[in-house]
């Protein structure tokens, strides 16, 4: 086999055999084929598309790249959720214990955050001593004593995958669903999950801009989660504007702890709940409701537990930024929109996220949202608090917002929280 004829196949629009699938990803994965080659694979891929069958094949030549975690010794179902990333995207944080604490087990291995979108891994970084890397042991003694687990993948997890991220990153080759949903699925199957929510989002601040190209990469996924034996089902939700009230790392747990304490905002205690609901059906597991977890103490006490069980103090005060500004209402009216995209850019120039992969992120560093589109405000009232270590962050920070809000007579239409769902 040969790396040229497998990039002019899919250069002049043919389909890829299972035999140039699997050669090519085991050959890239050994670094036999280079990775201008794989570049231009991934381009060819991009523009020309792929097929079910392909796409299949394809996920499954990244899942055989490495080790398929096996939790069958368990007692109860494993289930999962996954997001394609958003701007104050905190949900997994009082997610993963309150399905824990409703009777199944969740072995989440999530990621950091690249760009203007966060990852769980700096999140929950931000708590002290809480550790992102354990072993597979070390996974298992957690999930045994918490019900739930958060960490980073191992390099044994789908290295293909890996590796053909960080290219695509650099080589313009990440917008194309074939190569997305075969990127995360991968990771999810090889994860060992039972069951999996996918958490699709839609909007300026995610990757889909639009409903139907979310609902192609919903469908998309659903079906290779299936066709691997994992009961997948995704829902289309809004990132038009940032979730809940906070953007940015230890500002963001904090509100996640506020919705285990049974308060928290409204629009992320009603998407954690849903989501919780959609694990436990897909697991199989009824009984206790996720609402009732959220007032009753449980999912909390699953919280301390997970957070404990990985070296983080629940109990510690979480790092917070040196210095604050404002921004304030020019007038009186209806707060018409907040932009995800440039909140989530605001907040990263301000320190909360990472331009390359081995910087460090500044765990005090986010903004608070004070009043939220639909919301009425008056003129000179707070709208947004910005916090960052370094006040010179500022400047560029508030360039980030400029036209992100309007405020006017009327509301403006925003997209419902869930907009779709998919099976
Ligand atoms: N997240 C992934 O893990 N892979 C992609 O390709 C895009 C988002």
Known sequence: MDAIDVIVTK?????????????????????????????????????????RREIGRWTEA??????????SGLDRPTTDKHSTGGVGDKITLPLAPLVAACGAYVPQLSGRGLGHT???????ESIPGWR????????????????????AAGDGLAPADKKLYALRD????????????????????????????????????????????????????????????????ALLTAMDRPLGLTVGNALEVAEAVEVLAGGGPSDVVELTVLLAREMLAAAGVSGKDPADALKDGSAMDAWRRMIGAQGGDPDAGLPTAAETTQVT??????????????VGLAAWRLGAGRARKEDAVSFGAGITLHAKP??????????????????????????????????????????????????
């Not at 199957?189 to 979310?214: H, Q, Y």
Request: with cysteine; charged share 20%.
């Open 170 to 233: 650099v080589t313009g080759t990440v917008e194309s669903i074939p190569l997305i949903a075969s990127s995360i699925m991968s990771k999810k199957i090889a994860e060992g999950t039972g069951a999996l929510v996918l958490d699709v989002k839609v909007g300026s601040g995610a990757f889909m801009k639009n409903v139907e190209t979310a609902r192609e990469l919903a469908r998309t996924m659903v079906d290779l989660g299936t066709d691997h034996g994992v009961t997948t089902v």
């Open 11 to 51: 250069r002049e629009g043919r389909e890829l055999s299972s035999e140039q699938i699997a050669w090519v990803v085991d050959a890239y994965t050994r670094g036999e084929v280079a990775d201008e080659q794989m570049s231009a694979l991934a381009m060819a891929i991009l523009l020309n598309g792929m097929g």
């Open 62 to 71: 990244m899942i055989r790249s490495g080790a398929r975690m096996d939790w």
């Open 374 to 423: 639909g919301d009425v405000v008056r003129e000179g009232q707070p709208l947004l608090t910005l916090h960052a270590d370094d006040p010179s962050r500022f400047d560029r920070a508030l360039e980030a917002l400029t036209g992100a809000y309007t405020v006017s007579d009327a509301p403006a239409p925003l997209l419902p929280l869930v907009i779709d769902r998919v099976t």
């Open 118 to 124: 966060g990852g769980t891994l700096d999140k929950l």
């Open 132 to 151: 992102a890397s354990l072993s597979n042991d070390e996974m298992l003694a957690v999930l045994r004593r918490a019900g739930a687990v958060v960490c």
């Open 329 to 342: 209402a020019p007038s009186s009216g209806v707060l018409a929109a907040l932009d995800a995209y440039q």
